[in-house]
């Protein structure tokens, strides 16, 4: 995911692009205010609530994790609502959407605030919020030595000169592993995409790359959030490699293609409903 992407002023409007059409960005309301109020609020408000720096080492809190948990999964289950219905192969992170706005969500007050969370279904208080976000990533970590690996990393660019309050960055860093970087877009917008592009290669093991297009970054770039999630689990019931053999794949109801298939033959739990199919 990268989302903020070229925030300017013209006239006296605030516009915002992004790569999401307009029936999306309708329940979104909140977010999109909020990038239009991204600058005044970061540089100018005179006061701005904010997380407590550091750790709290009382915050496992099972039930704040809980309740973090589970305004995720409405957000991510009303993002698929809206998402769903296209035509094509869908693959999302609503979980990296959720955590990289979740940053951004610590420097907004106000109106926008209040769209946020709602968007969001944020439900616990900024205090609180940040600190269990930390604590759920740390949670759901998985190191080498355990049957999956699992890592969530953010980032935040950031036109060289726009001077963010310490809070904010001390908030982003603390909870979130994120430090806020300074890129001159205006004159190197290209350099400045190959950076946060290896940025993005790092942290998925070298296989996400070129995440941000050619002129995906412009002179008019402000601020680009960045979320990469890397996963490599095993197998309950490993795949024989020597299984593997070229079989028919629809890629549409009337066309397919030979790809390569696992193959394993096993008694398993199966479900089947009018909507979907579950294999267990």
Do not use: C
Request: net charge positive; aromatic share 12%; charged share 25%.
């Amino acid at each position: 995911l990268y989302g903020v992407r070229d925030w300017w002023q013209s006239g006296p409007e605030r516009r915002w692009k992004t790569s999401l059409d307009s029936e999306t960005r309708v329940p979104f309301a909140g977010l999109v205010r909020f990038v239009q109020g991204l600058s005044r609020t970061f540089l100018t408000r005179p006061a701005m609530a904010m997380a407590p720096m550091g750790g709290n080492p009382m915050m496992e809190d099972k039930s704040e994790v809980a309740a973090v948990v589970k305004g995720n999964n409405h957000f991510a289950l009303e993002l698929y609502q809206q998402l769903g219905g296209r035509q094509g192969n869908l693959f999302l992170s609503p979980f990296s959407i959720s955590t990289a706005l979740a940053m951004t969500y610590g420097g907004a007050e106000g109106k926008t605030a209040e769209e946020m969370a709602a968007a969001l279904r944020f439900s616990l208080g900024r205090e609180r919020l940040h600190p269990t976000f930390a604590e759920l990533m740390k949670q759901t970590h998985g190191a080498k030595s355990q049957d999956y690996q699992l890592s969530v990393a953010n980032g935040l660019w950031t036109q060289h000169g726009y001077a963010f309050k310490d809070e904010f960055k001390g908030m982003v860093k603390t909870n979130y592993g994120a430090e806020l970087r300074e890129m001159n877009f205006s004159t190197a917008a290209e350099e400045a995409r190959g950076i946060i592009n290896k940025w993005v290669e790092k942290q998925t093991q070298d296989k996400i790359r070129d995440l941000i297009p050619p002129r995906g970054v412009t002179e008019l770039t402000r601020l680009i959030l960045a979320n990469a999630i890397y996963f490599r689990g095993k197998w309950i019931d490993p795949f024989e490699e020597e299984a593997t053999k070229d079989a028919p794949f629809k890629v549409t109801p009337k066309q397919e293609v030979a790809v390569p298939m696992m193959f394993q033959q096993e008694r398993f739990q199966y479900l089947e409903t009018s909507s979907f199919q579950a294999l267990r």
